[in-house]
């Protein structure tokens, strides 16, 4: 191995902003991130790892995996306090939505609550001029992608939603003269657009350097595809396999397996990873710069696709007829590593992982993951995932976002097989109450050199915690919020105990 990309033994928690507890109906950037990074602070924590921070839509469900942009902010995570406290808002402007149920997100009610909130803030702006040039150092900072996504979205809003490969031929295709023509047309949209990223860059700002100073750092995740209606797409359609309309010739998924006979169609427009290496990846490399402005270590969702990918032409409805056509490998991240020479990346290596996927992990010192919930199918002894097999350099979980929690596991997504593995494996007859907190010792205590827990785990949650179930859009999907009564004393205690036992303090 040529190199470790996380250097000291540590451990964390996985929790979504969305997530956070809060009276606005939704996890946000507010009071309820500085709660809990003060609460990873007290419990020793090394990490907080969450998911994408981008746009979400309600045609997919809000998944954050799902965006139409993969630079912008997701604008429900505004904090209205924050709002308030850098004199955006008055005090009697932040009427609580009491209404809402704590532990869930209502992202439809939020949306409405917010806009509101961001139409104030904007009249506020507008009056008070000393905030102009913060604001305009930060759209020249940004420059690479803000003002298409400005446009993108407000050109979306006048085309009532319908994807880009539907709009005008002169806007589809970006022709100057009509570009030109919408930013004067709607010059104050756009410059709404870019205030509210303004907002929530600054905010987000804010709750890194805390962290920071906490000790805390932070683990971002980068989707490796973005949508097929998304601002990129349209601002470089050169760099995805499109045809004359800038729909995709072909798209991305993985092939049939033994959990579906048809594999999954993702939808997403695959790259044309030839282009893309005639400029020097140059798009990539300034997500990759513009993400490592926002995280301490970035995870790479689907990181195999780099090596290979599963393409499947567009006009197939499912994965079945795809093939594995080879990615740009070890060539990308070498351009990679000369602009960023350390690369704080964990690579998402699960499911059927390649033994050039893993050379390529080895090659640049890339952490895999560890799901110690599927390691009790099949060989016990010998499964990748037993801690007893691990190497240090990598980072192990109860479970993921995808997963349901370990309760929720043994209580209803069990085989005979994986029962029988687990009690042999804790030697007894395991009971769904004491299971999170067996795996939450059994992946601290490892020699992996990173262990996440997901919160749900932590606080000992069944299946109606779960944040997300694969395949499926809408429904309970990216729904779940802790309360502030779950931070327990005795769950501080235990947690704290548990980190300075195993040397992850």
């Known amino acids: 191995m040529k190199n470790k990309v996380i250097e000291k033994r540590g451990s964390g928690v996985l929790l979504h902003i969305t997530s956070l507890p809060g009276p606005y109906g939704i996890g946000d950037l507010g009071p309820g991130a500085y709660a809990f990074a003060d609460f990873l602070?007290?419990?020793?924590?090394?990490?907080?790892?969450?998911?994408?921070?981008?746009?979400?839509?309600?045609?997919?469900?809000?998944?954050?995996?799902?965006s139409p942009s993969a630079f912008a902010f997701n604008f429900l995570m505004l904090s209205p306090e924050g709002l308030y406290e850098d004199g955006w808002l008055r005090k009697s402007d932040l009427e609580s939505l009491s209404a809402l149920p704590a532990g869930r997100c209502d992202f439809t009610a939020v949306a409405k609550y917010k806009s509101r909130l961001i139409k104030l803030a904007f009249e506020h702006f507008h009056k008070n001029r000393r905030h102009e040039s913060p604001f305009e150092k930060f759209c020249a900072q940004q420059k690479e992608w803000i003002d298409d996504y400005a446009l993108f979205t407000v050109l979306k809003k006048y085309f009532t939603g319908n994807v880009f490969s539907a709009w005008p031929?002169?806007?589809?295709?970006?022709?100057?003269?009509?570009?030109?023509?919408?930013?004067e047309k709607h010059a104050a949209e756009l410059k709404e657009v870019k205030f509210i990223q303004f907002l929530?860059?600054?905010?987000?700002?804010?709750?890194?350097?805390?962290?920071?100073?906490?000790?805390?750092?932070?683990?971002g995740d980068i989707p490796i595809y973005v949508n097929a209606d998304s601002a990129d797409v349209w601002a470089h359609p050169e760099i995805f396999k499109l045809d004359a309309h800038h729909k995709p010739l072909f798209v991305a998924g993985v092939p049939p397996d033994y959990f579906s006979q048809t594999g999954q169609r993702w939808g997403n427009p695959v790259y044309d990873w030839e282009r893309l290496r005639e400029t020097r990846y140059q798009w990539w490399i300034e997500r990759f710069l513009h993400t490592f402005e926002l995280y301490d270590i970035v995870?790479?969702?689907?990181?195999?696709?780099?090596?290979?990918?599963?393409?499947?032409?567009?006009?197939?409805?499912?994965?079945?007829?795809?093939?594995?056509?080879?990615?740009?490998?070890?060539?990308?991240?070498?351009?990679?590593?000369?602009?960023?020479?350390?690369?704080?990346?964990?690579?998402?290596?699960?499911?059927?992982?390649?033994?050039?996927?893993?050379?390529?992990?080895?090659?640049?010192?890339?952490p895999g993951?560890?799901?110690?919930?599927?390691?009790?199918?099949?060989?016990?002894?010998?499964?990748?995932?037993?801690?007893?097999?691990?190497?240090?350099?990598?980072?192990?979980?109860?479970?993921?976002?995808?997963?349901?929690?370990?309760?929720?596991?043994?209580?209803?997504?069990?085989?005979?097989?994986?029962?029988?593995?687990?009690?042999?494996?804790?030697?007894?007859?395991?009971?769904?109450?004491?299971?999170?907190?067996?795996?939450?010792?059994?992946?601290?205590?490892?020699?992996?050199?990173?262990?996440?827990?997901?919160?749900?785990?932590?606080?000992?949650?069944?299946g109606e915690a779960r944040m997300n179930q694969p395949g499926t859009v809408g429904g309970g999907n990216w729904r779940w919020r802790c309360t502030a009564d779950n931070f327990s004393p005795a769950l501080k205690e235990r947690l704290r105990e548990v980190t300075v036992r195993c040397r992850r303090a």
């Open 200 to 219: 929530l860059f600054s905010q987000w700002t804010k709750l890194k350097d805390y962290c920071r100073r906490k000790g805390v750092a932070l683990i």
């Open 299 to 366: 995870r790479i969702d689907h990181f195999r696709g780099f090596e290979a990918y599963w393409e499947i032409p567009a006009a197939e409805p499912t994965a079945v007829n795809g093939e594995w056509v080879k990615g740009p490998a070890d060539d990308f991240f070498k351009h990679l590593k000369k602009s960023i020479p350390h690369l704080p990346v964990i690579a998402e290596d699960l499911g059927i992982i390649t033994p050039e996927v893993t050379a390529l992990m080895e090659q640049f010192g890339f």
């Open 169 to 183: 031929e002169g806007l589809r295709d970006r022709q100057p003269a009509q570009i030109k023509s919408v930013e």
């Open 41 to 66: 602070a007290d419990t020793k924590q090394s990490y907080w790892q969450i998911l994408p921070l981008t746009p979400t839509e309600e045609v997919y469900g809000y998944s954050p995996y799902s």
């Open 369 to 462: 993951m560890k799901i110690l919930l599927f390691s009790f199918g099949g060989d016990l002894d010998s499964h990748p995932y037993n801690p007893k097999n691990y190497t240090p350099n990598c980072v192990v979980y109860t479970g993921t976002h995808d997963n349901n929690t370990a309760r929720g596991w043994i209580e209803t997504d069990t085989s005979g097989e994986e029962r029988h593995n687990l009690n042999r494996y804790f030697s007894r007859d395991v009971s769904s109450q004491e299971l999170p907190w067996l795996l939450i010792e059994s992946a601290m205590g490892s020699v992996a050199d990173t262990a996440i827990i997901p919160l749900q785990d932590l606080l000992g949650l069944g």
